[in-house]
């Protein structure tokens, strides 16, 4: 039986290959680049701010006037932006976009909020039902008395439509609207947001 003898020059020239090999991969991937969980964009007095939310930190990659931001387009990311596929796009719109009103309600209302509230909007709103999107949350349940005590949130549809679309001009598709400070999201379902980037997302 003869035995495979490798030349120890051999072996050496071998380590040395794979050595190379790996210092090549390891200088193709940026050591800078962290993980993104989040494009922030913010919506506010004509300006758009966008940032990269991590676990370790946020980063501002964007200020730019709003007209800028349709004008420029995507181009204005491509540089700055990392990993943008596998990141969420939030949208926070100014707490002067929104209308707010304290509603009471009977305890036994919880079951259908939504529909109630939708009912209350001829009241509430100062804008026609029809030009807004609303939600609301629920900051106190007396049982004493049994009632709730619901804040509604309305904005104006325009508001909302026109983040979209000035998201969608620089090439990120929002999965989520807030109003920057709020504690609470809109419902995604009750937003003209893009059905495959929600179920992506989910």
């Known amino acids: 039986m003869v035995s495979e003898r490798i030349h120890p020059r051999t072996v050496s020239l071998r380590e040395m290959i794979a050595s190379t090999l790996q210092k ?3 200088a193709a991937e ?17 300006e758009v701010l966008v940032f990269e939310v991590g676990r370790e930190e946020v980063r501002e990659i964007a200020r730019l006037p709003e007209a800028d931001a349709e004008r420029i387009g995507p181009a204005m990311l491509d540089n700055n932006l990392q990993k943008r596929n596998f ?10 976009e929104a209308f707010r009103r304290s509603v009471r309600l009977p305890a036994a209302a919880a ?5 109630i509230l939708r009912h209350e909007l001829e009241r509430q709103s100062p804008i026609d039902p029809k030009d807004v999107f609303f939600d609301y949350s629920v900051r106190d349940r007396n049982k004493a008395a049994n009632r709730l005590e619901v804040e509604l949130r309305i904005v ?20 989520t609207i807030g109003i920057k400070g709020d504690d609470f999201p809109f419902k ?15």
Do not use: Q
């Open 24 to 26: 090549k991969h390891s």
């Open 188 to 202: 995604r379902s009750e937003l003209p947001l893009n059905r495959w980037a929600l179920r992506r997302a989910a």
């Open 111 to 115: 079951g259908s909020l939504r529909e």
């Open 87 to 96: 990141a969420e796009t939030s949208v926070f719109l100014s707490p002067s």
């Open 156 to 175: 104006k549809r325009h508001s909302i439509e026109r983040a979209i679309a000035l998201c969608r001009s620089l090439g990120l598709e929002p999965v």
């Open 30 to 46: 940026p050591r800078s680049r962290k993980r993104i969980d989040e494009i922030r964009v913010e919506i506010s007095d004509g």
